[in-house]
């Protein structure tokens, strides 16, 4: 199917395939994108840029140092993966997509979680009507953060010290966001915490989601240890719809829950600058994966999922709602599946079955 409407809408998307199965997925995802653009009547206005760590290893740096002022003008980061064994990950991460998330204030990091019809769940007994849920993590301060240091390194009397951070501001954003979109869906919303063990951050925490809750009288609100959290999700996925919580909880949380839905293989995520200042950021759940890179079998849903994210935030709800519509259909139809969801499909199989949804359509 071709778009036959007058004008063609395009989006200007800076793309950073990355490292490992980050270069696999990237292009799979790109193939869908363009052709839903196609459908929908959109273009994609690609830059690409080969950061990650080949580019630590030949430059010292993970991405150049205007690399934050070259991807300030477009409207959306579309990104695979980053990380390489004989890189230490801190500088990975630390190198590349720390700085994009805090530069662009990507203080949200949503993470929906389905267990799609035809997969199945290593729980047993668990439904897709069972397992629908979004974490939706805190993305700029919290455990992750820089504050700290090193003194003695070497000797016994070595030692570490790392500061949490939470700003009332950064707290609660990130809880707001969360009501809004609780009261968007189901209406219930969860707060992970831990303010039994950790006595200043997370007693703190759970103030502002009280005070936060309070402004939406109508929502089903309740705070959970993140410990007894992590069991429950496993013992009783249905019970849960979203979730907010602090960056390392949001972060353990969010591939836990993915596991529960299949695979890490299929879990998207998307930065996000709610006020579009600054442009946002969409990449899949996963890391490079380096035991099954350059093989051609990564599972690309988690990509494809994100690109479908990219796609509602760039105001293309049509296009994004008919990508995960085809997704939903190739797998409720027994179609291709790669190795982490039982099946023996390439990228490439899932990619073109994916992609001919949209032009045999
Ligand atoms: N956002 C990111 O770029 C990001 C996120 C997590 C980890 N990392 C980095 O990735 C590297 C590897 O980390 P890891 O092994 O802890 O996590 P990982 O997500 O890369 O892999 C974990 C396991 O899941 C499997 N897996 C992941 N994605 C898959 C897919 N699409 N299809 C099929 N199987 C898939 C892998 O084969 C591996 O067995 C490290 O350097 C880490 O720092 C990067």
Same mark, same amino acid.
């Given at each position: 199917m071709g778009y036959d409407g007058e004008s063609v809408r395009r989006h200007r998307i800076a793309v950073i395939p990355g490292d490992g199965i980050g270069r696999e997925v990237t292009p799979a995802a790109l193939e869908v994108l363009e052709a839903v653009g196609r459908a929908h009547g959109f273009e994609l206005e690609l830059t690409e840029y080969p950061w990650g760590c080949d580019h630590f290893v030949d430059t010292?740096?993970?991405?150049?140092?205007d690399g934050i002022e070259l991807l300030r003008g477009t409207d959306a980061i579309f990104l695979g993966a980053v990380g390489r064994p004989d890189v230490p990950d801190h500088i990975s991460l630390w190198g590349l997509l720390i700085p994009i998330r805090r530069s662009f204030r990507q203080y949200v990091n949503l993470r929906p979680i389905r267990l799609w019809p035809g997969i199945a769940s290593?729980?047993?007994?668990?439904t897709p009507e069972q397992v629908d849920m979004v974490i939706v993590r805190e993305n700029n301060e919290g455990e992750y953060s820089e504050i700290g240091g090193r003194l003695h390194? *070497?000797?016994?009397?070595e030692l570490a010290v790392q500061e949490a951070l939470f700003t009332r501001k950064g707290t609660d954003r990130i809880i707001s966001y969360a009501c809004e979109l609780a009261t968007a869906r189901s209406g219930r919303i969860c707060s992970a915490t831990k303010s039994n063990g950790i006595i200043h951050t997370m007693p703190f925490w759970d103030e502002r989601f009280a005070e936060v809750t309070s402004r939406h009288p109508r929502l089903e609100a309740e705070q959970v240890l993140i410990d007894a959290l992590a069991a429950m999700v496993v013992l009783?996925?249905?019970?849960?719809?979203v979730i907010v919580a602090s960056n390392l909880f949001g972060d353990i949380l969010s591939d836990l829950a993915a596991a529960v839905a299949g695979?890490?293989?299929i879990a998207p995520s998307g930065n996000l600058n709610p006020e579009r200042e600054y442009p946002s950021m969409f990449e899949p759940v996963h890391g490079s994966a380096p035991d099954i890179a *350059?093989?051609?079998?990564?599972?690309p849903i988690g990509a494809i999922w994100s690109a479908a994210q990219m796609l509602e935030h760039l105001g293309e709800q049509e296009a994004a709602a008919a990508v995960l519509a085809s997704v939903e259909r190739m797998l409720a139809s027994d179609g291709p599946r790669t190795r982490d969801l039982g099946g023996t499909a390439t990228t490439a199989d899932v990619t073109a079955a994916l992609v001919s949804s949209f032009t045999s359509a």
């Open positions: 010292g740096r993970m991405m150049p140092v290593p729980l047993r007994d668990v390194q *070497g000797t016994e009397d009783n996925p249905g019970r849960f719809d695979s890490i293989g *350059g093989r051609g079998i990564a599972n």
